[in-house]
């Protein structure tokens, strides 16, 4: 196996890739960073989360499941998830336009991150995947209060 170094012009946009090239198709690639992210039911109980969030947030994952999502996200508390079988328009169009929330992971640091939420349905009833997105070089925002939401 050889390490190389590509140059990959998308759109006008360079991007550097550096990575292994396998000779087997047996052989992963190495495993991808991987976000944090939290299942949730229609009323913002979390019900499952990933090992990334576990490190985010510095809690274990039986101590976050079935606490409500406002329990990290103190914004969201009071939040409609769902309204006549549809997701809450006001939060996608924050999430999807970059907004940044604000929480504090179990050793008392303050965390700026994006979230990312995808519909799914289990059982026939609606569920979210939250994914956090941590933002390093986030500016000072002015966040909204829960009532906005």
């Known amino acids: 196996m050889s390490l190389q170094k590509e140059r990959i012009s998308i759109i006008g946009s360079n991007f550097s890739f550096k990575g292994e090239l396998h000779d087997s198709v047996d052989e992963p690639p190495a495993k991808l960073h991987e976000f944090p992210a939290l299942l949730l039911n229609e009323r913002?109980?979390?019900?499952?989360?990933?090992?990334?969030?576990?490190?985010?947030?510095g809690y274990l994952r039986?101590?976050?499941v079935w606490q409500p999502i406002s329990s990290l996200f103190p914004q969201l508390a009071g939040a409609v998830w769902?309204?006549?079988?549809?997701f809450n328009p006001r939060l996608n169009f924050l999430c999807r336009c970059g907004k940044?929330?604000?929480?504090?992971?179990?050793?008392?640091?303050t965390?700026?991150?994006?979230?990312?939420?995808?519909?799914?349905?289990?059982d026939g009833r609606p569920t979210l995947r939250l994914i956090v997105r941590p933002s390093e070089t986030a500016r000072s925002y002015s966040l909204l209060s829960s009532s906005c939401i």
Do not use: H, P
């Not at 769902?82 to 549809?86: A, E, I, S």
């Open 62 to 64: 039986r101590e976050l």
């Open 100 to 109: 940044l929330f604000q929480t504090q992971n179990r050793q008392g640091d």
């Open 111 to 122: 965390l700026t991150n994006a979230l990312i939420f995808v519909r799914l349905k289990y």
């Open 44 to 57: 913002g109980m979390i019900q499952d989360c990933n090992k990334s969030c576990e490190s985010l947030f």
């Open 82 to 86: 769902f309204r006549d079988g549809r």
